[in-house]
């Protein structure tokens, strides 16, 4: 089984079901699948075949679900790329990608104009239309350029649908290139419908669930957990746009949503959010948290105002993408990920690949049917991150003796203090408590007698709060050496577009 099957399959069972709600606008499984085979078929008229690659540029809406699907379904692999990176960005994405032609949106039609040069590979660029005002006819790549709705419309039902082979790449997700240029995780189909199978069966996702979709579709987190899994078992998928916290309240009251998932820095801002601005939260089963490390406080704090169950998971785009995450059938553990989920492994090892004791901090290795086939055209970097069959993640945690694990911190991001160990996370976790932090970062900075040093950037929701104040609590809370050395104030700390906090920006501030 495949998503592109399992889509036709439950259209088939129930066709007047909703599959998704997009500007309160709701659209049946029957008309998805339908818009699905008919955009298939009209990649096929314009020379698409089984294997080709296929940009797909767009924000939260149905020319994502109808472009991923549709190119699926036509065999094709799918490399969804953020509508905001710049056209260097883009480009390296689109050659190292090799990438025939782009799904897109017309206001993105001038980025690309400057980009076509460069590309040389894109054959067409098929628009979806959000400013009527428009007229790509008038655009310098007019000649390359087909109206997406028009290839919905007229595309034909009678598609001769080729057989799409379990270990066949889908989509190409490239990572975000925090050690380097970003890499192709390739995906199978396999790989995607497994986990959004197992991800429903774990979480108990159904067709009574409605589903929030605010987070980037483009994000391996939003693919699986807010948009496959839910279609998977005929759920409905809230689309909401762009992310605010006025936008999420009014769709999950309006439409009486039961799950929303969002990465730590969205749980933050609706925390912040006034309470007389606040609807009716009574419909929400569960909060989903992943992306980044949630700290306890901030998870705390949330459920406490909700009254709703927040549980944190784990993933990575090499293992499309979930892990582990919280069982709901028993009280969740806070600062935990989780347990493996349905049909995952995941263990803790030492340098040499063993596994190590429960409560012994080690890398964290994954094994599954969904993990990656590979990086593409990166036959090295493959090596190194699959080894004897297990996934390396690059993160370093612990497992206790229920198998819960802890996410510690990122291999890369360990600060050694004079030979000492200093996780970020434990820092950021003593300065998260204070109720006048907003949010943290702890990054290590060169030191000329102790090798490197932590240094905390803090944001504060009061003006009131010194460094003195902090650095006490630090003294506190912490041995010396994982006290920070300096405490910075900022407005805000810098994030990529689905709020994760990053570091590497900080750290090149810092070099500045």
Request: with cysteine; aromatic share 8%.
């Amino acid at each position: 089984m495949n998503l592109s099957d399992q889509l036709t399959l439950t259209a088939k069972e129930n066709s007047s079901k909703t599959a998704y709600v997009f500007n309160d606008e709701e659209t049946s499984y029957q008309t998805l699948d339908a818009s699905v085979t008919k955009f298939a078929s009209s990649l096929k008229e314009l020379g698409y075949e089984k294997g080709d690659h296929i940009g797909l540029v767009v924000g939260n809406s149905p020319h994502y679900v109808i472009g991923l699907y549709g190119a699926m379904r036509l065999g094709l692999t799918v490399i969804p790329i953020n509508p905001i990176y710049t056209a260097e960005e883009m480009g390296y994405i689109l050659n190292n990608g090799d990438v025939k032609g782009v799904i897109t949106l017309d206001i993105l039609m001038e980025k690309f104009a400057h980009l076509d040069e460069k590309t040389p590979s894109v054959n067409h660029y098929i628009v979806g239309t959000t400013d009527p005002n428009l007229d790509l006819s008038e655009s310098p790549l007019a000649g390359k350029t087909h109206s997406f709705e028009k290839l919905v419309q007229a595309g034909s039902m009678q598609l001769d649908r080729p057989r799409l082979e379990d270990d066949e790449t889908a989509v190409i997700l490239y990572t975000s290139g925090t050690t380097g240029q970003p890499k192709g995780a390739m995906l199978t189909h396999r790989n995607l419908y497994s986990n959004a199978r197992d991800v429903a069966e774990y979480l108990t996702i159904d067709e009574h669930d409605r589903v929030v979709a605010a987070l980037p579709m483009f994000h391996v987190f939003c693919l699986t957990v807010a948009l496959n899994a839910p279609l998977v078992n005929g759920g409905t998928v809230l689309i909401v746009p762009k992310f605010s916290p006025e936008a999420v309240f009014r769709v999950i009251k309006d439409y009486q949503a039961t799950i929303f998932a969002g990465v730590p820095t969205m749980y933050n801002y609706l925390l912040q959010y006034p309470d007389e601005e606040v609807k009716d939260l009574s419909s929400i089963r569960f909060c989903i948290s992943g992306g980044a490390s949630m700290p306890v406080a901030l998870l705390e704090k949330f459920e406490q105002r909700f009254n709703i169950r927040l549980s944190e998971g784990y993933g990575l785009s090499e293992s499309s993408p979930v892990t582990c995450f919280n069982p709901l059938d028993r009280p969740r553990k806070a600062g935990s990920i989780g347990r493996s989920i349905t049909n995952v492994e995941n263990k803790v090892v030492d340098e040499n690949g063993e596994e190590v004791p429960a409560g012994t901090v080690g890398e964290l290795v994954v094994r599954g049917p969904n993990v990656m086939k590979g990086y593409y055209k990166m036959p090295e970097e493959t090596q190194a991150t699959i080894r004897d069959g297990w996934l390396y993640t690059g993160d370093m945690a612990r497992m206790d003796e229920e198998g819960y694990f802890y996410i510690v911190d990122r291999k890369k991001e360990l600060i050694l203090v004079g030979g000492y160990n200093v996780y970020p996370r434990e820092v950021e976790e003593v300065f998260y408590a204070h109720e006048k932090i907003s949010e943290v970062a702890v990054i290590g900075a060169p030191d000329e007698n102790l090798g490197e040093a932590p240094i905390a950037y803090v944001v504060t929701n009061d003006n009131s709060v010194t460094a003195e104040e902090l650095f006490a609590l630090a003294s506190e809370k912490l041995a010396k050496y994982k006290q920070p050395k300096e405490i910075h104030f900022i407005e805000e700390l810098p994030k990529n577009t689905t709020g994760k906090i990053l570091k590497r920006n900080l750290k090149h501030q810092l070099q500045q």
